[in-house]
């Protein structure tokens, strides 16, 4: 059998493995900020005749400008967005590879702020754009200051703003994006996956303000539809005709489109529990202070507590009685996703048996 070794893999990818928190099957999964509650029976229902009706036309392409979706998505979003100022594709993570193909490339830079999601390297070695990080501050937090000193040192025609970041949980206040935007020519791409769990304002509010401010959006993680595959953006329209450039044709599927589409018309039953989970995290960040762990503050659907002296031999602990949390994030921490009542009990317990070593 040949080997990877024998083929003519781009050198940039020699040596790289597929990255990706593992999938395991085990009783209580908290590790990759899924919602832990799966659509009701009656969306299933619904879901599924909009399936079979998509089916009636699977000899045909889909629509690759997914019109009626983008529709749909502007109107969940409102703030007077039109579909023409929205872009969806296959997962925010592919909301961004086209912002990089069209925005990064060769010759090019990404800039992001560390600790930041770990799947953006991803996109900017794929795109072949350089990726460069600035350490966000002790706080994990940012001012516009270090991100425009960070803009004038790199010169990067993309930044990539998390807020909520992932993994620390915590936001950009919309002063910063504002001052930001004013005084550079960059894109700039407020990551807003976790928004809906936040009580702060969206970066929406900015876009009429600042034609170079694009926010993304998922139904990953709020919306309960990770399995869906469906993230999205909005932007000025000539962003979105930069994306349109860059896509491959038809890369949304009938399903995926008939499916987010479902999800999107009962927005407020796929949303239900959103205030509900952030209210679950915050509990956990109580309890584990109360606790004492140490606590990143976060608006987010989950929570980083820690500091562990060897972090991998909890994840590994916890692991062993059937809990799934991440080892990410700074250093000595875990990365706890905001699951049921009883899962989060279940949780706890094991914490309190465990009884881990903790830094001061
Ligand atoms: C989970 C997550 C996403 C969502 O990715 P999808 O491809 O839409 O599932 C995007 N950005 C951040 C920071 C995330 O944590």
Known sequence: M?????????ADLVGEEPYGAPQLDVPVVLNVNENPYPPSPAVRQEMAAAVVAAAGTLN??????????????AEYLGHGLTADRI??????????????TAFGGPGRKVLTFTPTYSMYPEYARNT???????ERRADYTLDAGLVLDAIAEHRPTVVLITTPNNPTGTTVPLEVFDEVCAATDAIVVAD???QEFSS?????ELLDRHPRLVVSRTLSKAFALAGGRVGYLAA??????ACRIVRLPYHLSAQTQAVARVALAHADEMLARVRELAAEARSFEEWARSHGYGVIESEANFSLIGRFPDRHQVWQR???????????????FLRVSAGTPEEMATLKDALTDLNPERLP
């Open 2 to 10: 040949i080997s990877l070794g024998d083929l003519p893999l781009r």
């Open 200 to 204: 702060g304002p969206s970066a929406l």
């Open 192 to 194: 807003e996956a976790y």
């Open 128 to 134: 072949c754009t350089q990726y460069v990080t600035v």
């Open 236 to 241: 000025a329209p000539a962003i979105v005709d």
């Open 60 to 73: 045909r392409y889909p629509d690759r400008e997914a019109r009626a979706l983008r529709q749909d998505l």
């Open 87 to 100: 872009w969806a594709a296959n997962g925010s993570n592919e909301i961004m590879s086209h912002l990089l």
């Open 318 to 332: 916890l692991l062993d009685r059937g809990i799934l949390v991440r080892e990410t994030g700074p250093a000595g």
